[in-house]
């Protein structure tokens, strides 16, 4: 009965290659996130949707390409892999996109890109 | 753009001592919420302060949200081993409503 899962929990690819990340939530929240977390353990949002509806959508490359089929689902699809994109990515849910809402997180995939 | 600024980066402290961590912010922000994070895991929801000078407590921690609402901290009274992670704010500015995250202290605790 994990809230909030994320698949795969590690990944390791080369450059140029491209591949998604899957995540569900199991909580009836309207509302998912990515998150990329670098080495230095720094959280920075990347998108944010709300009942399947972009509303936030940081500066990212446009080789990322965030897909929300349902509410419960959001996934992250990534063309072109380059080594700077080694990174942490969490998905999270709330109940509302309100920022006042706790957050719940995913436990994260670990992309390597070699 | 809006910065949530957190110090120290990093902490070690030895079982027993105490351990406070400070979030600052240059806007007004309209509530903070403070996150867990121990190692190889994701961060977990601690808490929420919303109100001016609002101080909150769950058993040795303890939340303060400053007077101006630009700043926060969490002190940690007589740190265990189960403490070790790192500790993120996150703060939402009136202008923006987004949520954004500080960078983090990482705490270490030796036995």
């Known amino acids: 009965d994990t809230a909030v899962s994320q698949t795969p929990k590690y990944l390791v690819t080369q450059m140029g290659n491209d591949k998604s990340i899957k995540c569900e939530q199991n909580?009836?929240?309207?509302?998912m996130y990515w998150y990329k977390q670098d080495s230095k353990k720094f959280l920075k949002i990347m998108f944010s949707?709300?009942?399947?509806?972009?509303?936030i959508n940081e500066t990212v490359p446009n080789r990322f390409s965030p897909k929300s089929p349902d509410k419960a689902h959001l996934n992250l699809h990534i063309n072109s892999l380059e080594l700077g994109d080694s990174a942490v990515y969490f998905c999270?849910?709330?109940?509302?996109?309100?920022?006042?809402?706790?957050?719940?997180f995913g436990p994260g995939t670990r992309l390597t890109v070699t | 753009g809006q910065q949530v600024m957190q110090i120290p980066q990093y902490q070690h402290v030895q079982e027993g001592e105490d351990f406070t961590t400070y979030c600052n912010s240059s806007?007004?922000?309209?509530?903070i919420q403070w996150y867990k994070q121990r190692p190889g895991g994701h961060p977990v929801f601690l808490i929420q302060?919303?109100?001016?000078?609002e101080v909150k407590k769950q058993k040795r921690l303890t939340f303060q949200f400053g007077e101006a609402k630009k700043n926060s901290s969490l002190h940690i009274t007589a740190t265990q081993t189960t403490d070790v992670g790192t500790y993120f704010c996150?703060?939402?500015?009136?202008?923006?409503?987004?949520?954004?995250f500080g960078q983090g202290t990482t705490l270490q605790v030796k036995p």
């Open positions: 999270a849910s709330s109940l509302s996109p309100l920022p006042t809402y706790e957050q719940y």
């Open positions: 909580l009836g929240h309207d509302t």
């Open positions: 949707y709300n009942n399947k509806e972009l509303i």
């Open positions: 806007t007004t922000l309209s509530n």
């Open positions: 302060l919303v109100k001016s000078g």
């Open positions: 996150a703060g939402v500015s009136g202008n923006t409503g987004k949520l954004i």
